[in-house]
């Protein structure tokens, strides 16, 4: 069953969402020097020397997060998933937003292509000159989020010349739009979309 969307201002970044973040910044208890800027807690930014405990960290999060969220609503013209969402907040948490780093992607999201967003999204995975492990299984899984409504998806890591790619293996129609028709007494044409779905061809005089 597709997730449910819902408009922008409606969404906060809810616990798998705030889970995806803290599990890729890791928590520092003394702030880090981090390709540009030195961190602490779960990824923001401090002075060096500074400290947090788990239990302050943890207060602060959600307060220091939501200005991105934020940042995200206002980039977005349409509906989106509680997935989509956690995503680009994530992606954003990393990389920035407000100046332009993620338009490309936004771009996508609110143009209906999500495969195109998270396709993009894979681009981002360089710090310091260099690509990041770190940095590509997490593109890699906020990619997944953005295209978990979208059937046969299939991710190809890239090569030296390529970058990660999401590609849809087999697209067929929609299993709901089969049910929606026979709710709705179409029986004939739910049949042939089904049939369709297995790859299969009806009888002539059966569509």
Excluded: C
């Excluded at 997935?83 to 771009?107: C, I, K, Q, R, T």
């Excluded at 739009?177 to 299969?200: H, I, S, T, Y």
């Amino acid at each position: 069953m597709a997730e449910e969307k819902y408009y922008p201002q409606d969404l906060v970044v809810d616990y798998e969402g705030q889970e995806l973040i803290k599990g890729f910044e890791g928590f520092l208890p003394t702030a880090k020097w981090d390709y540009g800027q030195w961190s602490v807690g779960y990824g923001w930014a401090a002075e060096p020397g500074e400290t947090v405990s788990l239990e302050q960290a943890e207060s602060e999060f959600l307060g220091r997060l939501e200005p991105y969220a934020q940042a995200v609503r206002d980039r977005l013209g349409v509906p989106v998933t509680q997935s989509v969402f956690n995503a680009l907040v994530s992606a954003a948490w990393n990389l920035g937003v407000w100046g332009g780093e993620l338009d490309p992607v936004f771009h996508s999201v609110n143009n209906g292509d999500n495969l195109g967003a998270a396709n993009k999204l894979q681009e981002y995975v360089h710090a310091g000159g260099e690509v990041l492990e770190g940095l590509v299984n997490r593109r890699k899984a906020e990619g997944e989020l953005i295209v978990a409504d979208i059937p046969g998806i299939s991710f190809e890591e890239g090569g030296p010349t390529a970058w990660p790619t999401f590609e849809v293996v087999h697209y067929g129609p929609d299993p709901e739009a089969v049910r929606m028709l026979l709710q709705n007494q179409r029986p004939r044409m739910a049949k042939r979309m089904g049939a369709e779905m297995m790859g299969a061809e009806l009888p002539e005089g059966e569509g």
